[in-house]
Structures are given as C-alpha cells and as structure tokens.
C-alpha cells in the first residue's frame, strides 16, 4: 500500500504542536508494519539543513501566484520524505502559520502539489494509492482530487484539532485554483466563505480523528459548526488513538534526564526533581508534591482554572511549574502568581523541548484541564515518565486516562485523576483528591505503577489505519 502523508510539522524541525510528533512517529509505524508511506511537507530551511535533498521529482510552475515551485526527493531517519520547495511562501521566518497576508495561498500550494503527486506521481514512477491530509493546512487536498481531471487517488483527513479550520473570503476561490462549481455546501462553501478543513470533511474518502470521544464529541458540541457534516458522514469517521514514540520519550533513555529510570526501578527518578526545582527556581526537598502544566496557554487548555487554583495548592503544600505560551494576560497572571510564592510557584514562558522532559521526570501530578482536547499527548507522556495526569473527562483525556476511585484502586486500573465540569471548584476537588493518594506512599506507587505500565505505542494505532485505508473501494493501482 502506497500512502502519502500531507502536514504542515515535523519534529523537531518545524513543531507548534502534538502534531509535530504525530507526523514523525506515525508513518514510521506504518512503514514498519509494511505500508509504503511518504511525507510532503514545506521546504523550511530548518528542514532543509537538517535533512538535505536528493534531487527534483516535479516542477510546478508559478503555484498559487508565488513563483516557481519544485517538488524535492528527501529523507529523514526511516522516513522518506517530499519537500515544497517554494521561497516566496516557505523560505523566511515566522513559523509555519505566521504572514497571514498570503496564509490561503500558502497551503493551498501545499495541497495542489500533493493532488499533483497523487495523479502523476513522481519522476521516478512513485504514485500513492492513498493521500492522507492532517488538519487545515491541507484541506483542499482532497477537492484538489475530487474537482482534477487524471487519475484520483483515495484520500483521507485526519482532524487534529477542529478548532482551527483555515476560512478565507470567497473571492480567492479563482486565485486558489478552484472551480466556481465547487462554491456550494456540498463543496468548499462555508459560511459564504472558502474553508479548507470544511471542504476536505466534505469531501475525502475517509476522515479520522485522534481519539475515539472526540469524535464522538464533535459531531454533537464542540464540532465549531462542522457538527453536521460530521454527523452526516459518520460511517465515514473513525476515532483512533494517538501514540507515544519512545523513541523520543523514553526515560530509560532520555538524554535531557540527570538520571535514567523505568518501571523495574522507579526510585532511580528521585534526582530529576531537585535538578528541575533548581531550574524553574523551587525550593529542593521531597516533601511538597509538585504539580506541573506543559501547555499553551490558550483559554480551550483551561489553564485559568489552574489560575484559581494557585493560592489553594499552595495553601496545601503543594508548589506549582507552568511551562507555556500564549495569551498575554494569563503569561501575566502566571508571572504574577511566581512572584506572590516565590519559591513555591514558578513559570517559564515560551516553550524548552528539554525542560518539557525534566518536567515529566519530575512532578509528581501533570495538570491538563482542557475545556476540549482532541487527544492530547502530555498525558501520555506523563504516565510513561511517572507524573499521574489530572485531566478534565474530555476527548482524549476521557480515553486514556483512568481516574481514581475506590473501585479502580481495588481492581488497580486507576492512572491519574480526572473531574468533570469546567470550573475552578472542580479542578480543586480533583487536586484535593491527588493530594489525599499523595499523602498516602503505597497507594501512590500503585497508580504510578500502573501509569509507566500503560501501553501507548503506536503500533495499535498503525494497525487502525491501515484498517481504514482498508475500507475505501480500490480504484487500480
């Protein structure tokens, strides 16, 4: 089976998000189960530096009204890759969402050079049967296919986050290559303007999310008026897992850890602790269970009601890492909170991939009270590293997550802790209930056992897509 992937992120090159290490873990897994997949990306000059090119397989003149284009041979560790390589949108700084002026454009050429390479193939006779899209970016992949003439591949869309959905003025549909029959509710209209998540759910093969309750959540609430068309197509949608690549976070192994450790010896994670206290600036000691978030600070991540909650957890003995960025008043709030605990709290704005993994090694409750969270990866990450998760009972969080109660700490299923209404009252009760199993060390370990012992590998999810691949009608080869 020939797939290729179409993102706009790839760790560590280009990362904003869990889709960075999505898009480096999941078609390696695939690849080892036997599929053939590639990934198209943007040639940023990170990705350019870091992985060089081995030729041109397409030329692409005057894409989407910025220039010349070429399509590149590349390759990552066990990840063959395609690169877009065009300067005027993708050679400058900025990250890969920023110069909204030409933002449409941008990946618009990024999905008409995918729906290229999925009609002609490459200059070397490699065509994919199957053209996977992930989030906005590349949601006019699959009308791209479905309004082209040649030969049309599968194609299949994977929502990420469905809060983000690229929607640009519906003036730029003739700049943007598309037909003015393809501006109906049935094509790429939404809303009366142009949107490119909406028209790749209308109209690819197959669509996926990361996890089975959000799925479930977005055809009913928190779809941002995709609800229908979710719903509609629901025979079409799956809800699949992510994974962990252990590759990347493995304490055992972890080069940005003072000290390895795994779940044959778990009091080896004991000098992580004072090494991050000393970092964020706490005060050492093993007594003052740490609580830590790893988040963008963005109100659907609820880290205001970590907000309210400062004063209390303090209160309780407990000290607090914020790692993040994003809006400025909760940036300030934080700062602020540091400095009326000085020593107690503490915040570090922007975001550090080592100081991430020390944070993990370290804490002893990882707080994620997201208002939605499509899947959500810290959480993951937390229970491989030991830290127990105190989540908010949504989206993936509710899949992968099992909370603490009486029932499963006598069957011993418990992992973390999780609550239920979007409030600062109930995040408190939920870390008074951590701070209650802290206080109590053979419980503790038992639930921090049963964390590390969790299994997140991607292989599962591989063998989930390559079922979905498996349901779309073939078309030839």
Not at 209 to 230: D, M, W
């Amino acid at each position: 089976m020939r797939i290729l992937f179409v993102a706009s992120e790839l760790f560590p090159h280009v990362k904003v998000g869990g889709l960075g290490d999505v898009m480096a873990a999941l078609p390696r897994a695939l690849r080892a189960l036997g599929a053939d997949v590639r990934l198209l990306l943007p040639a940023y000059p990170a990705l350019l530096a870091a992985v060089g090119t081995q030729g041109e397989v397409a030329h692409l003149p005057d894409l989407m009204g910025g220039g010349p284009a070429r399509i590149l041979r590349a390759e990552a560790p066990g990840l063959p890759l395609y690169l877009l390589d065009q300067p005027a949108f993708f050679d400058r700084p900025g990250g890969p969402y920023g110069h909204p002026e030409d933002l449409a454009r941008r990946f618009a050429a990024l999905a008409w050079a995918a729906a290229h390479l999925g009609r002609a193939g490459d200059a070397e006779g490699w065509r994919p049967q199957i053209l996977h899209g992930h989030d906005w970016p590349t949601g006019l992949m699959p009308a791209y296919v479905a309004y082209g003439e040649g030969p049309r591949p599968a194609t299949v869309m994977t929502i990420h986050n469905i809060a983000f959905q690229g929607r640009f003025p519906a003036s730029m549909l003739g700049e943007l290559r598309l037909p003015r029959h393809a501006f109906t509710p049935e094509g790429v209209e939404f809303h009366g303007d142009i949107g490119f998540l909406k028209a790749g759910l209308n109209l690819a093969d197959r669509l996926s999310t990361v996890s089975p309750t959000y799925a479930r959540e977005i055809q009913v609430a928190g779809g941002h008026g995709l609800e229908g068309l979710l719903a509609h197509r629901n025979g079409s949608l799956r809800g699949i897992l992510n994974g962990v690549d252990h590759e990347v976070w493995n304490p055992a192994k972890d080069p940005h850890l003072v000290c390895h450790y795994d779940l044959k010896h778990p009091a080896r994670r004991a000098p992580n602790r004072p090494d991050f206290q000393r970092r964020m600036g706490l005060q050492e000691g093993a007594a003052a269970p740490l609580f830590a978030a790893v988040s963008r600070l963005d109100p659907l991540k609820g880290l205001d009601l970590v907000l309210e909650n400062v004063d209390h957890l303090v209160a309780r003995g407990a000290q607090l890492a914020v790692l993040g960025t994003g809006d400025f008043h909760a940036e300030g709030a934080f700062r602020q909170a540091a400095r009326r605990h000085p020593g107690r709290v503490a915040v570090f704005i922007g975001y550090d991939e080592a100081l991430a993994h020390r944070a993990f090694a370290a804490a002893d409750v990882l707080l994620v009270p997201s208002r939605q969270e499509p899947c959500g990866l810290t959480q993951l990450y937390a229970q491989v590293y030991g830290a127990l998760p105190l989540v908010r009972r949504t989206g993936g969080l509710a899949d992968t997550v099992v909370g603490v109660s009486p029932d499963t700490l006598a069957d011993g299923t418990a992992t973390g802790f999780q609550f239920e209404a979007a409030n600062g009252w109930a995040l408190g009760e939920a870390i008074n209930g951590a701070l209650d199993l802290h206080a109590d060390p053979p419980a503790w370990r038992q639930v921090q056992r049963r964390a590390m012992a969790a299994d997140f590998s991607w292989e599962a999810p591989a063998r989930a897509y390559l079922d979905l691949y498996a349901t779309i009608p073939s078309r030839g080869s």
